[in-house]
């Protein structure tokens, strides 16, 4: 059974009780939004207290429903989260065949508007419908219960529908972990920051003024170079008063200015690494996204063509190490630090089925599993052959390396060769699960049309085939690092599960309360970061032991669902720490 929410007005919600066909069982019940929470509320206490499996919420989007239930300190179990699915489902080749697939592009395809970075970021965020009417788009949500009966037709319909049935239910448990995340928000200790931001870049000034350290750096840079004009936060000044000192570089990415010997290239790079931590993660930025002593960012589940989590503000995935020591765990409360190991080679592994891949890895780190098969002599080779493969190097050491790496793994080889083939011909491929990439825009495939008349110019044939070589890199490493990206959704998916187990059994457990993280998740262990292939818990110490076993269990477990028996480990750095940066 599923309960299919929809807005169709700003004050009332309708509920329709559907069956496994997407078929009304009962008339719509319909309800003041106002009491939309208690109504949810009772209906899962009622399925916990009845040992039932808990019913399935279907809504338009769940950074846009499940928010405002948080904030009412209402937690649900299951969701099935329609433009998510809508997305995956129109775009899979599993699902081409389908009458889904072939139908006219709906609202359902557009993706949804972003929640408002600049609000308080637990701010409630549900359609805002009258704006929405107001603004001439359609509401799409009074349309949830046809949109369901088709998206369960499109499933029925799929030959072997396992896997992608899977990715749907990991999809939309990741959108609820998503919300979950951003409500209770990761501890976050200010005066921590500031330190750190003083050491690093001196006081604190007013906004549009450099700190000293800062200023500092850049005074030695002009002097170095003689210019007492150049300006270290301009490419184009740094550019040229570089060119005229005698370097003949094209940019000032760290990475090309490293390959050059001179005495401004040291401090250039101290300013341009203390620049950026001022510039994404300064004091402007702690003030916008510290909120009572939280991070709360806002994550998009899927936002990445791979399937990847992406955010619309806040850069939740690229928190520098600088900082991370400010990410610190409530009084009588850890921090449960995991990562996964080598995620996307062991992926590969399991792909291809290359046993032989899958066994250089086999409790032990892979890269020193692949030098103890006797295929490279160091674990850096191994790392840089193994990344070549993923992401398509062909030139330098990963160019050398590669034939021998696809004599001793030629399964795994042959897969990401056949994913890049596959791209440039312009063609789709598929993640595990189900996950199609999109096909190559319009300038990709006039390029290829160009080069293919008659008389096509050498300059034409060279961009098309540059274009396609591109595109291939592109689907290549898409089949990998999307099928990395759902083994982490179910993941988290069976941490979630058990975690919401400590909660069923201590619902009103004694200790220090993590008052800052709301009433849902003020007493109980609860997932609050996640990067691609780590997760942060944040839990009362007394759970802190079960909670790391639970965080084990879940990969071993999330790795037989995606692979049966096939035999490929996924271990785990964890960590049981008061900060993060003391997790590694």
């Known amino acids: 059974m599923a309960i299919v929410l ?36 009772e209906r899962e206490r009622a399925q916990a207290a009845a040992g039932a499996a808990a019913e399935r919420w279907v809504w338009s989007d769940s950074s846009r429903w499940y928010g405002d239930l948080l904030n009412a300190g209402v937690r649900v179990q299951r969701c099935h989260d329609l433009r998510l699915s809508h997305v995956i489902l129109r775009n899979s080749t599993l699902a081409a065949a389908t009458d889904f697939a072939r139908a006219a592009p709906s609202d359902w395809s557009r993706p949804a508007e972003p929640l408002t970075a600049a609000v308080a970021p637990v701010h409630s965020a549900l359609f805002d419908l009258a704006d929405t009417m107001a603004s001439g788009r359609s509401a799409v949500a009074e349309d949830s219960v046809a949109e369901y009966r088709r998206q369960l037709e499109a499933i029925a319909a799929v030959p072997d529908a396992g896997r992608l049935r899977l990715l749907l239910a990991a999809e939309s448990v990741g959108a609820l972990i998503a919300a979950e995340m951003r409500n209770a928000g990761l501890p976050w200790r200010t005066e921590v920051h500031d330190a750190i931001l003083t050491e690093e870049l001196g006081p604190r000034v007013p906004y549009g003024t450099r700190p000293a350290k800062l200023e500092a750096l850049a005074g030695r840079i002009r002097n170095l170079l003689g210019d007492n004009t150049v300006n270290p936060d301009s490419p184009q000044s740094m550019l040229k008063a570089l060119n005229r000192a005698g370097l003949m570089i094209t940019s000032t990415s760290r990475w090309e200015l490293a390959e050059y010997t001179h005495p401004v290239i040291a401090p250039l790079l101290e300013y341009k690494k203390r620049a950026r931590l001022l510039t994404a993660n300064g004091w402007t930025w702690m003030d916008q996204w510290i909120i009572d002593g939280r991070f709360h960012p806002d994550y998009v589940p899927g936002g990445a063509a791979t399937g990847r989590w992406a955010t619309s503000g806040g850069g939740a995935l690229q928190l520098p190490r600088q ?3 400010a990410v610190t765990a409530d009084p009588g409360w850890k921090l449960v630090v995991a990562d996964a190991a080598q995620l996307e080679p062991r992926i590969l592994a399991a792909l291809s089925a290359d046993t032989s891949m899958a ?38 050491e990963s160019g050398r390396l590669m034939p021998k790496l696809t004599r001793a793994y030629p399964r795994a080889i042959r897969l990401v060769e056949q994913a890049a083939r596959a791209g440039e011909r312009g063609e789709l491929v598929t993640t595990w699960l189900g996950r199609s990439s999109a096909p190559p825009g319009e300038d990709w495939r006039e390029a290829q049309r160009r080069a293919s008349q008659p008389g096509a110019s050498t300059a034409e044939e060279s961009r098309a085939r540059s274009r396609a070589r591109d595109w291939g890199r592109f689907t290549r490493n898409f089949v990998v690092q999307g099928s990395a990206a759902e083994w982490a959704l179910c993941w988290m998916a069976e941490l979630r599960k058990g975690l919401l187990g400590i909660e069923a059994r201590n619902p009103q457990a004694p200790g220090h309360r993590a008052a800052a993280s709301g009433p849902v998740f003020d007493r109980v262990p609860h997932l609050v970061f996640f990067l691609h292939d780590e997760i942060i818990v944040h839990t009362p110490a007394e759970h802190a032991e079960e909670v790391a076993a639970l965080v084990t269990d879940a990969a071993a477990t999330s790795g037989r669902l995606l692979f049966g028996d096939f035999p490929v480990d996924f271990p785990l750095g964890i960590a049981t720490v008061e900060r993060y940066s003391d997790a590694k």
């Open 6 to 41: 929809s807005r169709t007005n700003p004050t009332s919600v309708t509920a329709s009780t559907v069956d496994e066909r997407g078929e009304l069982v009962a008339a719509p019940i319909a309800l003041e939004f106002a009491k939309l929470a208690a109504f949810v509320a």
């Open 323 to 325: 900082i991370r020591a």
């Open 359 to 396: 066994a250089a890895g086999r409790g032990v780190d892979m890269y020193a599993g692949i030098v103890a098969s006797g295929v490279v002599e160091t674990r850096d080779q191994a790392k840089i052959a193994m990344l070549g493969a993923m992401y398509g190097a062909t030139t330098g």
